[in-house]
């Protein structure tokens, strides 16, 4: 089994800056891609960024200049800078993680969700 474990949500006001973190363990011989989702009330789960193993980069257009997804392969965490925010990244923000858990088995993960809430 792998377990993830995301921190870093809270309640930020318009313009300001949070830091999400999502640590992946437990059964891994390897990770591919790592990626942040979000969810906002009443709308469907959206992508807001993804990394592959080898640090290549995707940006939903609405999020790009202001986010910045980044990961540390020694510790199987992935990391969601987010500036400039505003009020409509408000959402439950999971992480989702690609891993081998032995070669030749993939399987994805998903975090529980941290909540964002960016208000004055």
């Known amino acids: 089994q792998v377990q993830l474990v995301e921190s870093g949500g809270g309640l930020v006001q318009p313009g300001g800056s949070l830091r999400l973190s999502c640590a992946a363990s437990g059964k891994i011989f390897s990770i591919n891609d790592m990626g942040w989702y979000r969810q906002a009330p009443g709308k469907e789960r959206e992508l807001v960024a993804t990394?592959?193993?080898?640090?290549?980069?995707n940006y939903a257009d609405s999020v790009k200049g202001r986010f910045t997804i980044s990961r540390d392969n020694a510790k199987n965490t992935v990391y969601l800078q987010m500036n400039s925010l505003k009020p409509e990244d408000t959402a439950l923000y999971y992480c989702?993680?690609?891993?081998?858990?032995?070669?030749?088995?993939?399987?994805?993960?998903w975090g529980q969700g941290t909540q964002v809430t960016v208000s004055s």
């Open positions: 990394i592959t193993s080898g640090g290549s980069t």
């Open positions: 989702n993680v690609d891993v081998m858990v032995v070669p030749g088995f993939r399987r994805s993960y």
